[in-house]
């Protein structure tokens, strides 16, 4: 168990509906990022935020966007969906301490998104 | 953050060392070699990371050559529970606010009975 919680673990939808994922860090990690796995794609970072602000995005699109809140917990929203959206969407936090090299990233279970 | 080629599959005894190389050429003074892995479909899990000197921990050893263009994860007595892709990622240390991780297709390790 990393600490890193996901909900939904599974969530199936329509194309063209709008759905939001939830991420709750490891406790005292400030750093939350996203990213998606599918099975042509691997694993793609999608977007980092640090203690609430955004830090990094990567290849996210225009349709897909998050936010941290001050408790640290993270929303994706992803709308207007389409059949390629499918995949599984990973959270991950980290924090950066006396030792900023390590980076070691805690990854949550995921949420399994079937857009069908 | 620098490439790296990893063999697309390997497979090992149980109960054996498994040895799984990466080649990272460009690699830059500042970048450190990490090595994280993914059991299927669970989230990746961090297993170790070096900058120039072989490292060693409850998981894995990592054996980062010379010239620092090579590395080797060992995982000394494997087991059915290894078996996962293991991704070979180079990047820089940062302070402040830490980046995020490029994978690469890693090295699908099949641990067998």
């Known amino acids: 168990d990393s600490g890193v919680t996901q909900t939904p673990k599974h969530l199936i939808t329509a194309t063209g509906q709008r759905v939001t994922l939830r991420c709750s860090p490891r406790?005292?990690?400030?750093?939350v990022y996203w990213y998606q796995q599918s099975l042509d794609q691997g694993l793609q970072f999608l977007i980092h935020?640090?203690?609430?602000?955004?830090?990094a995005k990567g290849n996210i699109l225009e349709r897909f966007s998050a936010q941290q809140f001050p408790d640290l917990h993270s929303e994706l929203n992803l709308s207007s969906l389409e059949l390629g959206d499918s995949a599984l969407y990973f959270c991950?936090?980290?924090?950066?301490?006396?030792?900023?090299?390590?980076?070691?990233?805690?990854f949550g279970p995921g949420t399994r998104l079937t857009v069908l | 953050d620098a490439k790296t080629t990893q063999p697309p599959s390997m497979d090992c005894a149980e109960g054996r060392a498994a040895n799984l190389p990466c080649n990272h050429s460009?690699?830059?003074?500042?970048?450190?070699v990490y090595w994280y892995r993914q059991i299927h479909s669970q989230g990746p899990q961090y297993i170790i990371h070096?900058?120039?000197n072989n490292e060693t921990n409850e998981m894995a050893s990592l054996i980062i050559t010379e010239d620092r263009k090579s590395s080797t994860l060992i995982l000394p007595h494997a087991t059915l529970r290894d078996t996962a892709v293991y991704y070979c990622?180079?990047?820089?240390?940062?302070?402040?606010?830490?980046?995020?991780?490029?994978f690469g297709s890693g090295t699908q390790l099949t641990v067998l009975p």
């Open positions: 991950a936090s980290s924090v950066a301490g006396n030792h900023p090299e390590r980076n070691e990233q805690f």
């Open positions: 406790s005292g990690d400030l750093s």
């Open positions: 935020y640090y203690n609430g602000e955004e830090r």
């Open positions: 460009t690699i830059s003074g500042n970048e450190y």
């Open positions: 070096g900058l120039k």
């Open positions: 990622i180079v990047r820089v240390g940062t302070s402040g606010s830490a980046r995020q991780l490029t």
